[in-house]
């Protein structure tokens, strides 16, 4: 069981539709991150959140919108995405000193027709 | 560079020990993790060692941590047909208050009955 909870578990959406991500987490953790994880490849970093502002961006395109409304909620609003972008995409926590592990939740598997 | 190195497959027997290994860069991480996937899930934090340490033993996992040649190993004693996965490696980079982690690229163990 992970105490991290995303939806959908899955998700299917065409190039031209708009949708969200969901992520949350009742462990008191002021870090959230996204992830993203192509098939037989390792998990890279898109976002991290601490204290609900945006600290890390690692060059995501502007079609990956993060949204953390609240200590517990972290979103990814997703628009005009590319088939290239079908992958599961993961969402963690941490206790924001630098220091602790990542929890990590089941993920959403995106698949862009 | 961040590249995290890894054998990308292992095979053993069921009741046989396993030996995961994973070269790392940053030899400023403070901790380094290993985590487990199963197929279609997310994350699982397995356990981690701080790096000041050499060994950390927990129940039938042992981590081994050489920091002079940046080597981490993770060792599954009496490997059960559960522990089929792919394991990663991860070690941090300095995000501040958060921990950014750079992921290995991940074995895939698969255990024999």
């Known amino acids: 069981d992970t105490e991290v909870t995303q939806t959908p578990k899955h998700l299917v959406m065409g190039m031209t539709n708009k949708k969200s991500l969901k992520c949350e987490q009742h462990m008191g953790h002021r870090a959230m991150y996204w992830y993203k994880q192509k098939a037989k490849k390792p998990p890279e970093l898109m976002f991290v959140?601490?204290?609900?502002?945006?600290?890390i961006n690692e060059s995501v395109p502007s079609r990956f919108s993060p949204e953390c409304p609240n200590s517990s909620l972290l979103n990814l609003h997703l628009h005009a995405l590319q088939p290239e972008d079908s992958a599961l995409y993961l969402c963690?926590?941490?206790?924001?000193?630098?220091?602790?592990?990542?929890?990590f939740g089941n993920g959403t598997r995106l698949t862009v027709t | 560079g961040e590249d995290v190195e890894q054998s990308l497959f292992l095979s053993v027997r069921e009741g046989d020990s396993s030996v995961i290994n994973c070269t790392y860069t940053?030899?400023?991480?403070?901790?380094l993790y290993w985590y487990k996937q199963e197929p279609g899930a997310g994350l699982q934090l397995l356990t981690y060692i701080f790096s000041n340490m050499d060994m950390k033993q927990d129940q039938r996992l042992t981590v081994l941590l050489n920091k002079k040649d940046k080597h981490l190993s993770l060792r599954i004693a009496d490997t059960q047909t559960g522990d089929s996965a792919i394991y990663f490696c991860a070690e941090e980079w300095d995000g501040g208050a958060t921990n950014k982690l750079i992921f290995g690229t991940g074995t895939l163990l698969a255990v024999q009955p």
């Open positions: 963690a926590s941490s206790q924001a000193d630098g220091n602790s592990p990542l929890h």
């Open positions: 940053d030899s400023s991480s403070t901790y």
């Open positions: 959140y601490s204290y609900e502002k945006l600290s």
